[in-house]
């Protein structure tokens, strides 16, 4: 089982950055595959960015590539996600997700029905 706390949302003008982290529970987390995905009101929910469970491989959605960063730290049971160049168009309630990961491909984990953990999320509001 596998606990996950978002943070680090909040309000920014168009073009500022923000860094939201994810707080995973348990002892197992390094085993954990891990995810962001964003859900703008009206829409479906949508893949960000994935990391595999060493944070040697990562994978992105095409609407963030070049401006969005996940990395991990596993010595802290934390996912994080640097958002650069913030356009309007990225305001949403971002959640973080975990699956177990040994063995699974990175760049195939780009539908949320791959990940059994889910956090409550974090609202992201950029202005313009």
């Known amino acids: 089982q596998v606990q996950l706390v978002e943070s680090g949302g909040g309000l920014v003008q168009a073009g500022g950055s923000l860094r939201l982290s994810c707080a995973a529970s348990g002892r197992t987390f390094s085993s954990y595959a891990m995810g962001w995905f964003r859900q703008a009101p009206g829409k479906e929910r949508e893949f960000v960015a994935a990391i595999s469970w060493s944070g040697g491989s990562t994978y992105y959605a095409d609407s963030v590539k070049g401006r969005f960063t996940i990395s991990r730290d596993n010595a802290k049971n934390t996912v994080y996600l640097q958002m650069n160049s913030l356009k309007p168009e990225d305001t949403a309630v971002y959640y973080c997700?975990?699956?177990w990961g040994l063995g699974v491909v990175v760049t195939t984990m780009g539908f949320s029905y791959e990940y059994d953990y889910w956090g409550q999320g974090t609202q992201v509001t950029v202005s313009s």
């Open positions: 997700a975990a699956t």
